[in-house]
Every structure is written in C-alpha cells, then in structure tokens.
C-alpha cells in the first residue's frame, strides 16, 4: 500500500479539495460569470503555452519509427474511441446517460506528454521517440479531437452548434497557432521558466475544475449520481485502462514484434490520456451544468493511469539489461 501511495499526484489532493470549495462555496451570480470569464482565459493560456511548448520538429522527427509513431496514433484516436463507444454501449442502463458521454470523451483525447515520457525514461525506453509520439499526439489532438466528439457524440445528442465551433477556433486553435507561430522567440524562454509556468497552467485547470463542479452545484446535477454508479464508473475504468495496456502490450510484442524500448513507448503513449487538455477542452464543447459529471469519468481515469503506469514503469526499468539512454 505504501509503495502506490508513493506514485499518488499530488496534484489530485488540489482537485478533491477544488471540488470540496465548490460544493460548499458554488460560484452564483455576478461571481459564477466572473469566474467562467476567467476561466475561458485560463484555456487560452492554456493552449498558447501547449503551442510554445510542443516542437513540431520533435512531432515529426520520428519518421524513421513511423510504424511505432503510426501505432502510438491508432491506439490514441482509434483502440481507444473503439473501447470507448463499446463500453458506453455495455454499461448498465443504470449508469447515468452523462458518465457514459464522459467516458466516450475521455476516450478521444491525445495522450499526456510529460507522464508518457518521464514513464518511458524510469522503464529504459526508447525517450527520443516517446517525445516525437506524445508531441504528435497532442499536436494533432487540437485538432481531431473536437472533430471526433463532434461525429461520435452526435448520436448522443452532442452535435456541435456553430457557437461551439467558433469557441474552438477561437479558445483552442488561434492560441494554440500563435504560441506555435512565437515558438521561435519564446519558446526558450517558456523552457528556462517552465516550473513557474507549471504554476499557472495547473491554476487554470483548478479554475476549471472550481467553475465545472459550481455549474454542477448550482443546477443540483450531482443528485444524478450515488455510490453504485461511483463504484460501477471505477469499475469500467479499471477495465478500460487493463484492456489498452494488456492490447498495447499484445501488439507491441507480438504483432509488431518491436524491441523492448519501443514496445515501452506504445505502452505508455498509447494507453494514456491528458487531463490537462481534456478539461479545457470538455469546457469548450460542454459548456451546460453537466460539465462536472462529464469530465469526472477523466479525473478518474488520470488518477488510476499514474498509478498503474508508475508500477510498470518501475517493474520495466529494473530488468536486466544494458540502458539504453547510457551514453
């Protein structure tokens, strides 16, 4: 037990204490619209940074593993929207219509960046091409994701009105274009101060959470959901997340028969998904008072992928064998 509490996100004591804030103190009124305003430069920030951080060369400077990058993106923005409407469309009837939409949502994000690749470096594995997978991912999740949600979320009654395409280009995309058109002359500088940035980018997604869960208070959403359908979420998650490592690992070792390096980098890239562009994203083309139950099925996911890709991480780097990283 104190070995998995080690691998526990900090981060994830601020969301629970986040949510707790806006139970007790909901943003009303004249404060709900300043905090959602304030929220919606907190995405813009967001997604400027993602653009100054994120090397279009490092995306595309895998093109000698392209089999491993291809199956990184197949795993990202097909296994998994795969799973994701099979499991929507297994779950219980029980199981709130809104949980199942997050669950589905969740399954169309990019992968993470930072976790995937400081996971493939505690297993020995191939870094270089984890950096050029996650950043592609990302890069590219800009992008396809609202377009999946757009397509599959239809049946659902999701479908993109003109007002949210118009938030996505101009909250996601315009941002995230300008931080990638300045990365050239400040790229370095967002590199030399990336733990004060940390700070403010993980703020913003505090302010998202706070004003997500307030919506959620204020409209009495959250008497939708009890402990059975908490506990059968956990559940389905679990089951979501062994299904893509036990696919991931299949395919990697005895389908495509990639080295262990490589096979590290699509266990890791291709299993995981980004808190921190899923949030800012489900605000966007979520904006209703169901915002709160909709990205819960994420949260939980975010937490339960740390703690098993820390495991693996750990039980892949204590093989025998020479490092790869060495020298």
């Not at 296994?79 to 399954?107: E, M, N």
């Not at 370095?188 to 307030?214: C, E, N, P, T």
């Not at 819960?296 to 750990?314: D, E, G, R």
Request: net charge positive; hydrophobic share 55%.
């Amino acid at each position: 037990m104190t070995r998995v509490l080690r691998f526990l996100d900090p981060y994830i004591v601020l969301m629970v204490a986040t949510m707790a804030i806006a139970a007790l103190l909901p943003a009303r009124g004249v404060g709900a619209q300043i905090a959602g305003g304030a929220a919606d430069a907190g995405i813009i920030f967001l997604f400027f940074l993602y653009g100054a951080r994120l090397s279009p060369q490092a995306a595309l400077g895998g093109q000698t593993h392209w089999r491993l990058q291809l199956a990184v993106l197949l795993s990202t923005y097909a296994l998994f929207p795969l799973l994701g409407i099979a499991v929507a469309g297994l779950a219980p009837q029980s199981l709130s219509s809104v949980l199942k939409t997050g669950i589905v949502f969740l399954c169309l994000l990019p992968s993470t960046v930072q976790s995937s690749i400081a996971f493939t470096s505690i297993a020995r594995g191939n870094v270089p091409a984890a950096l050029c997978a996650a950043s592609a991912s990302n890069i590219l999740g800009v992008f396809i994701t609202p377009l999946l949600a757009g397509w599959l979320l239809q049946r659902g009654g999701v479908a993109l009105s003109f007002d949210q395409v118009a938030d996505i280009v101009l909250q996601l995309l315009v941002p995230f274009v300008a931080g990638q058109l300045l990365r050239r002359w400040i790229g370095q500088w967002v590199q030399d101060h990336k733990a004060m940035l940390s700070y403010a980018d993980r703020g913003s997604i505090l302010l998202i959470i706070y004003v997500a869960f307030s919506k959620g208070m204020v409209d009495d959403v959250w008497a939708q959901i009890g402990l059975t359908d908490m506990l059968l979420l956990s559940v389905i998650l679990i089951g979501l997340l062994t299904t893509v490592l036990v696919l991931t690992y299949l395919i990697g070792r005895k389908l495509m028969r990639l080295g262990i390096e490589d096979e590290i980098v699509l266990l890791f890239c291709g299993s995981k998904k980004s808190l921190a562009s899923g949030l800012p994203m489900a605000t966007v083309l979520f904006p209703g008072p169901q915002l709160g139950l909709l990205i819960l099925p994420l949260m939980l996911f975010h937490q339960l992928q740390l703690v098993v890709c820390a495991i693996l991480a750990q039980r892949y780097g204590a093989r025998a064998g020479p490092d790869p990283d060495a020298g």
